[in-house]
Nanobody, 125 residues
């Protein structure tokens, strides 16, 4: 059974940085990990993804150059480094795992089998 637990959210000012962590258990090499976010009144949207075994990373266009997804296999943890935060980045950020990650369809939430509870990121202007 896969379990995901996010942490690292908080209240920051525009231009600040945060690092989100997703502690995972039960992952296999075929899995993919992703970060999604959901702002109040909006649909959940893709932010970034990578394969647990290594390889390419994928990003939402508007966060390229500001956000970085990475993993530490020894710690079973996926990170999302958030730099130069903007008020529009305010949302609950979720970690998700896909059992059969292929690098296709990574931006669709329905592709993911497991979800964490989320961590709130609030960016003030």
């Amino acid at each position: 059974q896969v379990q995901l637990a996010e942490s690292g959210g908080g209240l920051v000012q525009a231009g600040d940085s945060l690092r989100l962590s997703c502690a995972a258990s039960g992952l296999l090499r075929t899995y993919g990990l992703a970060w999604f976010r959901q702002a109040p009144g909006k649909e959940r949207e893709f932010v970034a993804a990578l394969s647990w075994s290594g390889g390419a990373t994928y990003y939402k266009e508007s966060v390229k150059g500001r956000f970085t997804i990475s993993r530490d296999n020894n710690k079973n943890t996926v990170y999302l480094q958030l730099n130069n935060l903007k008020p529009e980045d305010t949302a609950v950020y979720f970690c998700a795992a896909d059992r059969t990650f292929t690098g296709r369809g990574y931006a669709f939430s329905r592709a993911y089998d497991y979800w964490g509870q989320g961590t709130q990121v609030t960016v003030s202007s």
